[in-house]
């Protein structure tokens, strides 16, 4: 079987901080650690993945805009606008917007085909803007999530996301659909090719995706955005302080389950300060370039310099 799949690499549109019980649920109720929280969880990246495929480049998430820390009008104003400052605070520098970073991994953002979204959260839909050329693919439950009222308080900025001139493509995953993942009945093939896989991940939203990348000779990929921010807490099924607590718990199982058809599937959140390496021990390290001022590392082992292939 051929390899569609190249280098595969992340890069962080700056950092975010988040609250302790956001990051691993203590059981309280979301609003009352939201308001009630007076520490910052420490930075944690806000990753983008970057898969190179035969047919072009394909991206998992788009950072957070930078327009979020530099336009005043960025959120929305009153008891939503309130309760996004409570939630999460982010630095992003004048170089650490998507087209800066692929830049710096030796990319241009045209060279983007396709952009699949795990969820609509901001801090994964910031690069939109950007990718009027690309195609944009998220699930059809989420992009259905918009039309609630309540969408601005569950974290959906539609100005942000319905921008125009996007071209989407929604999926649904009807239960058969695809090829069976382990203990996922439904899935998606991005290029009919086996290397690209999504598979409904339910439970931080309700239509969260994760994107399982299989290489030939290397260990296979599960992007799951924020479905946990750091591995080990998955593992552990300890469950994130955002979402649906059944929904989430199900997943996370799941995904633990996965892990018997793939001993050696490497799990890479969103935000979890251990990506970078696990993805550069994972052989992720094609790099074309070195980007030594990010602050998660890149994605390369620090030192090997730069391979091209
Ligand atoms: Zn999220």
Redesign the pocket.
Known sequence: MPNPVGAVSLLSTGIVEIRRQHVESDGSPLLWWLLTARDWSGPRPINVYVIEHEQGLVLFDTGQDRASVTDPNYFPGGIPGFLYRRLARFEIGGRETLTQRLVGLGYDIADVRWAVLS?L?Q??IGGLRELKHAEIIASAAEWASLNRPDAALQ?LMRRHIDLPGLSWRLLQFPSGQGEPIGPFDSSYDLFDDGSLVLVPTPG??PGSVSLLVRREGKPPLLMV??VSYAEDLLRRERIPG?GKRKGLLATTRAINTLRAAYPDLVILPAHDPGAADRLAAAGGADLRARNDSQPFGGSGPRGTGHQNH
Do not use: K
Request: hydrophobic share 10%; glycine share 20%.
């Open positions: 969820h959260h801090d994964h974290g931080h939203t955005g924020d955002i």
